[in-house]
């Protein structure tokens, strides 16, 4: 049975155009160490629904008031291999605020212009074996940072939607 999960697609506006918030997790965490993300979880039984988890997460995880997020929307749900039914919410960051990275999940906090993340040329597709079966997933490199796996799918999925219309 999948576990409900929520993640926040933190956009910030600045001169330089949108930016989206990504974390470096934790190369201490047992599961996912290392690997750039969104911040966010999986749902406790104290959040009302997936938004209210994304923010919760996003406080803990680099330090953003829920009050400072104006939702936009959520995303399709993802799978993951490792068992969760991910949606991503959409926020807009109301005011600049000044990210504190969570000390045992989080090993950096950064931004990425969105329109990094628009440009399907920036995705390759590669491919590892897990579990004894080769697993295909998207991939899309920023300077140091090499984002992979359910976060780069997810903006894979965003950057093709914006081409479509």
Not at 25 to 34: N, Y
């Amino acid at each position: 049975m999948l576990r409900p999960a929520g993640v926040l697609i933190a956009i910030q506006q600045s001169a330089n155009g949108p930016q989206v918030w990504l974390t470096k997790r934790s190369s201490a965490l047992k599961h996912h160490p290392g690997q750039v993300a969104f911040p966010g979880g999986k749902k406790d039984e104290a959040d009302a629904d997936l938004n209210a988890t994304a923010l919760r997460e996003a406080s803990e995880e680099i330090g953003l008031p829920p009050e400072n997020v104006r939702i936009l929307g959520a995303w399709s749900a993802h799978e993951t291999v490792t068992g969760f039914l991910m949606t991503p919410v959409i926020g807009e960051i109301i005011e600049p605020f000044d990210p504190v990275a969570e000390k045992g999940e989080v090993d950096e906090v950064f931004t990425v212009p969105l329109d990094h993340f628009l440009d399907e040329t920036r995705f390759s597709v590669q491919s590892r074996r897990w579990r004894g079966r080769r697993r295909y997933y998207y991939c899309a490199a920023y300077g140091p940072y090499y984002v992979w796996g359910a976060t780069a799918r997810i903006l894979r999925a965003i950057s093709d939607a914006a081409t479509e219309k």
